[in-house]
C-alpha cells in the first residue's frame, strides 16, 4: 500500500487545525489511512516529517499532502477551494490566454497524449517542492504503471515561451543537457547512461522516435516521460510560475492525474491557469482541449441497497450529509418506496464504479463508530452449492477422459482477449482503472487462457489436453448491473490428429455421464473454423460450443499444432 510523507508544519496549515497524534490517528480512518510513524518531535516543527500510510490503491487523490489534508478537513466540516474558477468542461472551455501545447503527428504509438496547467501565486518553499516532488513519483509509480502509461513534468514558466510543442524526435540525433548533468546527451544515450535513463528506459528503448517538449525558442523541456532538461526543468525553491505536464497512453488516467495535481496546488493557495492541448488525433474527449478538465459521470445508489449492505436505517438526508462530508455532491429523487441518490462526485476523485462505492463512502462519512456491534441474527449450516457440485463431478470426468487441470487469472489483457481469438470485443467488460494493461479486462471465455497456456507448451510430448472450470463475465443488459457472470467449463486437445469428430465424441461422453439430453445446430463463431463447429443447445437454448480452432487464432498465439476445443455454460445445465 502506498505510504506518504508529510512535513508537518505544511499538513497542519493545510488541515487548518491541529491535532495531538492519538487524534490524528483517529481522524486519519475517514481516509482509509493510518499513522505510519510520528515525527520526532525533538526537531522543529517545520522539520518534522510524519509517515501516513493509504489502505486504499483506489484513492490516488490521497497520495500527497494536500489531498490527506483535503479529506480530513471536509470530514470536519471544512471548506475546500472553489476548483470551478479553473475547470474546463465539455463545451465550456476556460480562458487559456497563450499557453497552448502543439502536438505533432507521430507520437500516436509511442506516447500520444498530454495535459498541462500552469500555477502562479507565489513562491515555491522547501516544503512544498518535496511534496511536489513526493505526488510525482507516487503518482506516477503506483497510478501511472511506473510512469508507463502517466507521467508528470514540472518546468519554470517564467522561463517558458508559448507554444510549447510535443513533438517525435530521432534519438541518435537529438542531444540536450538532463537534469543533474553537465554534458549534453544524446537521447538514446541518456537511456543507458543517465540513472533515470536507466530506471526508465524500457518504456522507449523500443521506440523508432522519442518524445520531447519544447518551447516556442526549441529549448528543450523534458524527454518524456524519462527526465527533464538542466534548464527549464530544474525547479528550485523560490520558483513562482510552474508548468506542469503530463504525457501518457491513457487519456482518462491523464485527466485524472492533472485534476488531482491541480486540485493540490489550489488548496495550498495557488492560482490554477488553465492551458489547451491541440493533438492531431482524437483523444477520447476530442482533438483540443483544455485542462484541468472534469469528465467524471454521475453515480445512482438506492437508499434502501446502502441501508442494507451497511445494517443501518440511515434517512436520506443522512446518507447526503455523509457523501458531502466526503468531497462529492447527492441529490436526492423519490421512486416509488425507495429513494435514489445520484452523486457527483469531485474532480479529483474518479473512483465510483458501483452503487457499492457509494455505500462504501456513506459508512466513511458517518464514522465507524456509528455502526454498532451486532449478534448473528441467524444459525445456518454451510453447504456446496448445486454449481459448485456439479463443477466437481465434471472435473472428475474430465480427469477421467486424460485432460489435466489448469487454473488461470480471470484477468488478462486486450490483445489475449480479442485480438488473439479474432472478435470484435464488444461484450467484453473493460477495467475502468487497471493497474497494468496486462490486467485491463475481464475474460469473456475460458478458451483464450487455455490456448495462452498451450502457447507456451511446445516442448511437451503431444497430445496436450487441459481444462478448467471456472468464472467467465461478460456485458448484460438484462442484468442491473450490466454485466454477467457464469461458471464455465473449457476444453482444449492439440494433437496432429485432432478434429471436430473427437472433440464430438467428447462432449458426447461428458453430457451422457452428466446424465444431460442435448443437441447440436450449426454455428458461426470466428474462433473456430467455419462448417467445423457445432452449438451445445438445451431445450432449444445455446449453451456451449464446440469445434476445430480456426488457424488465424492459432496462428496468433504462434500454436504449430491443429486444435480442438469446446466451452459449456455449467449453470444453464442445472
Given at each position: 500500500?502506498?505510504?506518504?510523507?508529510?512535513?508537518?508544519?505544511?499538513?497542519?496549515?493545510?488541515?487548518?487545525?491541529?491535532?495531538?497524534?492519538?487524534?490524528?490517528?483517529?481522524?486519519?480512518?475517514?481516509?482509509?489511512?493510518?499513522?505510519?510513524?510520528?515525527?520526532?518531535?525533538?526537531?522543529?516543527?517545520?522539520?518534522?516529517?510524519?509517515?501516513?500510510?493509504?489502505?486504499?490503491?483506489?484513492?490516488?487523490?490521497?497520495?500527497?499532502?494536500?489531498?490527506?489534508?483535503?479529506?480530513?478537513?471536509?470530514?470536519?466540516?471544512?471548506?475546500?477551494?472553489?476548483?470551478?474558477k479553473f475547470l474546463s468542461t465539455k463545451g465550456n472551455f476556460k480562458d487559456y490566454g497563450n499557453r497552448v501545447v502543439n502536438v505533432e503527428p507521430g507520437l500516436e504509438e509511442v506516447r500520444p497524449y498530454m495535459t498541462a496547467f500552469v500555477i502562479s501565486g507565489k513562491p515555491i518553499d522547501e516544503p512544498m517542492l518535496l511534496d511536489i516532488i513526493q505526488t510525482q513519483?507516487?503518482?506516477?509509480?503506483?497510478?501511472?504503471?511506473?510512469?508507463?502509461?502517466?507521467?508528470?513534468?514540472?518546468?519554470?514558466?517564467?522561463?517558458?515561451?508559448?507554444?510549447?510543442?510535443?513533438?517525435?524526435?530521432?534519438?541518435?540525433?537529438?542531444?540536450?543537457?538532463?537534469?543533474?548533468?553537465?554534458?549534453?546527451?544524446?537521447?538514446?544515450?541518456?537511456?543507458?547512461?543517465?540513472?533515470?535513463?536507466?530506471?526508465?528506459?524500457?518504456?522507449?528503448?523500443?521506440?523508432?522516435?522519442?518524445?520531447?517538449?519544447?518551447?516556442?525558442?526549441?529549448?528543450?523541456?523534458?524527454?518524456?516521460?524519462?527526465?527533464?532538461?538542466?534548464?527549464?526543468?530544474?525547479?528550485?525553491?523560490?520558483?513562482?510560475?510552474?508548468?506542469?505536464?503530463?504525457?501518457?497512453?491513457?487519456?482518462?488516467?491523464?485527466?485524472?492525474?492533472?485534476?488531482?495535481?491541480?486540485?493540490?496546488?489550489?488548496?495550498?493557495?495557488?492560482?490554477?491557469?488553465?492551458?489547451?492541448?491541440?493533438?492531431?488525433?482524437?483523444?477520447?474527449?476530442?482533438?483540443?482541449?483544455?485542462?484541468?478538465?472534469?469528465?467524471?459521470?454521475?453515480?445512482?445508489?438506492?437508499?434502501?441497497?446502502?441501508?442494507?449492505?451497511?445494517?443501518?436505517?440511515?434517512?436520506?438526508?443522512?446518507?447526503?450529509?455523509?457523501?458531502?462530508?466526503?468531497?462529492?455532491?447527492?441529490?436526492?429523487?423519490?421512486?416509488?418506496?425507495?429513494?435514489?441518490?445520484?452523486?457527483?462526485?469531485?474532480?479529483?476523485?474518479?473512483?465510483?464504479?458501483?452503487?457499492?462505492?457509494?455505500?462504501?463512502?456513506?459508512?466513511?462519512?458517518?464514522?465507524?463508530?456509528?455502526?454498532?456491534?451486532?449478534?448473528?441474527?441467524?444459525?445456518?449450516?454451510?453447504?456446496?452449492?448445486?454449481?459448485?457440485?456439479?463443477?466437481?463431478?465434471?472435473?472428475?470426468?474430465?480427469?477421467?477422459?486424460?485432460?489435466?487441470?489448469?487454473?488461470?487469472?480471470?484477468?488478462?489483457?486486450?490483445?489475449?482477449?480479442?485480438?488473439?481469438?479474432?472478435?470484435?470485443?464488444?461484450?467484453?467488460?473493460?477495467?475502468?482503472?487497471?493497474?497494468?494493461?496486462?490486467?485491463?479486462?475481464?475474460?469473456?471465455?475460458?478458451?483464450?487462457?487455455?490456448?495462452?497456456?498451450?502457447?507456451?507448451?511446445?516442448?511437451?510430448?503431444?497430445?496436450?489436453?487441459?481444462?478448467?472450470?471456472?468464472?467467465?463475465?461478460?456485458?448484460?443488459?438484462?442484468?442491473?448491473?450490466?454485466?454477467?457472470?457464469?461458471?464455465?467449463?473449457?476444453?482444449?486437445?492439440?494433437?496432429?490428429?485432432?478434429?471436430?469428430?473427437?472433440?464430438?465424441?467428447?462432449?458426447?461422453?461428458?453430457?451422457?455421464?452428466l446424465d444431460y439430453e442435448y443437441n447440436v445446430a450449426e454455428a458461426e463463431d470466428p474462433r473456430f473454423i467455419p462448417g467445423r463447429q457445432a452449438k451445445i443447445l438445451k431445450d432449444g437454448k445455446a449453451i456451449g460450443i464446440f469445434g476445430e480452432i480456426h488457424p488465424q487464432v492459432l496462428e496468433n498465439w504462434q500454436i504449430t499444432v491443429p486444435c480442438t476445443a469446446c466451452e459449456l455454460d455449467l449453470e444453464e445445465l442445472l
Amino acid at each position: 500500500m502506498p505510504k506518504i510523507e508529510v512535513n508537518e508544519k505544511l499538513f497542519f496549515n493545510l488541515l487548518e487545525t491541529k491535532y495531538d497524534y492519538d487524534t490524528l490517528e483517529e481522524k486519519l480512518t475517514c481516509a482509509k489511512a493510518e499513522l505510519d510513524e510520528k515525527a520526532d518531535e525533538s526537531l522543529p516543527e517545520n522539520e518534522r516529517t510524519i509517515k501516513i500510510e493509504l489502505n486504499d490503491t483506489n484513492r490516488p487523490d490521497l497520495w500527497s499532502t494536500a489531498g490527506v489534508a483535503r479529506q480530513l478537513r471536509q470530514k470536519n466540516g471544512g471548506k475546500t477551494a472553489d476548483y470551478s474558477k479553473f475547470l474546463s468542461t465539455k463545451g465550456n472551455f476556460k480562458d487559456y490566454g497563450n499557453r497552448v501545447v502543439n502536438v505533432e503527428p507521430g507520437l500516436e504509438e509511442v506516447r500520444p497524449y498530454m495535459t498541462a496547467f500552469v500555477i502562479s501565486g507565489k513562491p515555491i518553499d522547501e516544503p512544498m517542492l518535496l511534496d511536489i516532488i513526493q505526488t510525482q513519483e507516487k503518482l506516477c509509480w503506483n497510478y501511472g504503471r511506473k510512469r508507463r502509461s502517466i507521467s508528470m513534468g514540472v518546468y519554470r514558466s517564467a522561463q517558458i515561451e508559448w507554444p510549447v510543442k510535443y513533438h517525435p524526435v530521432n534519438p541518435d540525433k537529438t542531444s540536450f543537457v538532463p537534469l543533474a548533468c553537465e554534458e549534453k546527451m544524446t537521447c538514446r544515450q541518456i537511456l543507458t547512461d543517465h540513472p533515470k535513463g536507466k530506471e526508465y528506459g524500457w518504456i522507449l528503448k523500443d521506440a523508432k522516435v522519442f518524445p520531447l517538449l519544447s518551447d516556442a525558442k526549441d529549448e528543450i523541456m523534458s524527454m518524456a516521460p524519462i527526465i527533464n532538461s538542466a534548464t527549464l526543468g530544474a525547479v528550485q525553491v523560490g520558483d513562482k510560475d510552474l508548468m506542469v505536464e503530463m504525457t501518457g497512453t491513457d487519456m482518462p488516467g491523464l485527466l485524472l492525474a492533472t485534476m488531482i495535481v491541480a486540485c493540490d496546488f489550489a488548496d495550498a493557495g495557488y492560482e490554477i491557469l488553465p492551458v489547451c492541448v491541440k493533438h492531431p488525433y482524437d483523444t477520447g474527449f476530442g482533438k483540443e482541449i483544455v485542462t484541468p478538465y472534469f469528465f467524471q459521470d454521475t453515480t445512482k445508489a438506492s437508499l434502501n441497497a446502502i441501508n442494507k449492505r451497511l445494517g443501518s436505517s440511515l434517512t436520506a438526508e443522512e446518507a447526503v450529509k455523509a457523501i458531502n462530508l466526503m468531497g462529492s455532491t447527492a441529490t436526492t429523487e423519490a421512486k416509488d418506496d425507495d429513494t435514489i441518490i445520484t452523486v457527483t462526485p469531485p474532480p479529483y476523485r474518479n473512483d465510483f464504479l458501483h452503487e457499492v462505492d457509494v455505500a462504501e463512502d456513506v459508512m466513511c462519512g458517518m464514522d465507524l463508530s456509528y455502526f454498532g456491534p451486532e449478534r448473528p441474527r441467524d444459525f445456518t449450516i454451510g453447504r456446496l452449492l448445486p454449481v459448485t457440485l456439479l463443477s466437481r463431478k465434471t472435473k472428475e470426468l474430465m480427469v477421467g477422459m486424460g485432460y489435466q487441470e489448469m487454473i488461470f487469472n480471470y484477468l488478462g489483457s486486450k490483445k489475449d482477449y480479442i485480438d488473439n481469438m479474432c472478435i470484435d470485443g464488444s461484450d467484453v467488460i473493460e477495467i475502468s482503472n487497471p493497474m497494468s494493461e496486462n490486467y485491463q479486462f475481464v475474460r469473456p471465455s475460458i478458451i483464450p487462457s487455455l490456448l495462452n497456456a498451450e502457447a507456451g507448451s511446445a516442448n511437451a510430448v503431444y497430445p496436450h489436453k487441459i481444462f478448467e472450470t471456472g468464472k467467465i463475465a461478460f456485458l448484460c443488459d438484462e442484468e442491473n448491473t450490466g454485466t454477467r457472470t457464469r461458471q464455465n467449463l473449457g476444453f482444449v486437445t492439440a494433437a496432429a490428429d485432432t478434429n471436430f469428430n473427437t472433440v464430438a465424441s467428447e462432449v458426447a461422453t461428458l453430457l451422457h455421464f452428466l446424465d444431460y439430453e442435448y443437441n447440436v445446430a450449426e454455428a458461426e463463431d470466428p474462433r473456430f473454423i467455419p462448417g467445423r463447429q457445432a452449438k451445445i443447445l438445451k431445450d432449444g437454448k445455446a449453451i456451449g460450443i464446440f469445434g476445430e480452432i480456426h488457424p488465424q487464432v492459432l496462428e496468433n498465439w504462434q500454436i504449430t499444432v491443429p486444435c480442438t476445443a469446446c466451452e459449456l455454460d455449467l449453470e444453464e445445465l442445472l
